[in-house]
């Protein structure tokens, strides 16, 4: 799955839009390196998340095509940092 829907998906970012333009920015990061939208996400990959002052570790613990908003949380693993909102 592109890293830009799985971040809308999940929830962690509400929005696609957002979600690619913080990808485009290089504000993203995959395993220790700079993501762009349309790279693949796997489960295990750990993401690092940085908005302004904010920044978030992920781990990836399931990729879906759709998800119910309840069961968004189930996808992902804050690793560390503040989550992102």
Same mark, same amino acid.
């Given at each position: ?32 390196? $700079? /993501? ?5 996400v796997k489960e @295990?990959?750990?993401?690092e998340i940085r908005? &302004? !002052? ?8 399931? $990729? /879906? ?7 968004? @949380? ?6 560390? &940092? !503040?989550?992102?909102?």
């Open positions: 799955m592109r890293l830009d829907k799985y971040l809308k998906v999940s929830r962690i970012i509400k929005r696609r839009t957002v979600a690619k333009e913080a990808s485009e920015g290089g504000r993203v990061t995959l395993n220790g390196k $700079v /993501a762009k939208p349309s790279t693949e @295990g990959d750990v993401m908005f &302004g !002052e904010k920044m978030a570790r992920y781990r990836i613990l399931a $990729v /879906a095509e759709t998800v119910r908003k309840a069961d968004a @949380g189930a996808m992902y693993e804050l690793l560390g &940092g !503040e989550e992102i909102e």
